[in-house]
């Protein structure tokens, strides 16, 4: 991938962003990772609510088996993204041993790099990604350098994808955020 330097560059990979957001490539996989979003005293906020609740789509579809959930506490004493994520799994049906949940990273690279630890440990080169469309695109490319295979499948029902300014907002901090990325900034 070639990183273009300057506004046409941007637009470019801002473009590619949204591409990926509205991409579904689901398919039958060693993992499922699911990335965490705030929590609020144990319970999933409505975007980590939205990422579970199609996890579990992808989940009666039998497509993989394992289910990795990912965050640290966010500042949160009680609980954290990837706890609360699995028992919400659970409380939802899903065999408590077909999950990991991956608890102490703090960003999106922390997570990638717990994520291909786990699956290094369970001989898997491959997995879907659960996120919202916009964060996507870098997800994959983090799993890529790390040698993993990702498939990215966005929330269909995240309330920042529903709303057009939110959707615009978090795909332009993307944008920014990839372009470091490509510069070889670890966030």
Avoid at 18 to 35: H, K, M, N, S, T
Avoid at 49 to 70: C, F, G, N, Q, S
Avoid at 136 to 152: Q, S, W
Wanted: contains cysteine; hydrophobic residues 40%; negative net charge.
């Amino acid at each position: 991938m070639v990183l273009l330097v300057g506004a046409r560059g941007e637009w470019s990979l801002y473009k590619a962003i949204r591409r990926q957001a509205g991409r579904e490539e689901a398919r039958p996989a060693d993992a499922l990772v699911i990335f965490g979003a705030a929590e609020y005293n144990g319970s999933p906020s409505p975007v980590l609510k939205a990422r579970l609740d199609h996890a579990l789509e992808l989940e009666d579809r039998d497509l993989v088996p394992l289910l990795i959930t990912t965050g640290g506490s966010g500042g949160d004493p009680n609980f954290t993204e990837g706890g609360v994520a699995r028992d919400y799994l659970i409380q939802q049906g899903v065999a408590e041993a077909k999950i990991v949940a991956e608890t102490r990273s703090v960003t999106t690279y922390g997570s990638v790099k717990a994520v291909v630890q786990i699956l290094t440990e369970h001989h898997a080169r491959n997995c879907i990604v659960v996120s919202d469309g916009f964060h996507i695109y870098r997800i994959k490319l983090m799993f890529r350098d790390l040698g993993i295979t990702a498939y990215g499948s966005p929330a269909p029902d995240s309330p920042i994808e529903d709303d057009p300014t939110l959707r615009v907002l978090y795909s332009i901090r993307e944008t920014v955020v990839a372009t470091l990325w490509h510069l070889r900034v670890k966030l």
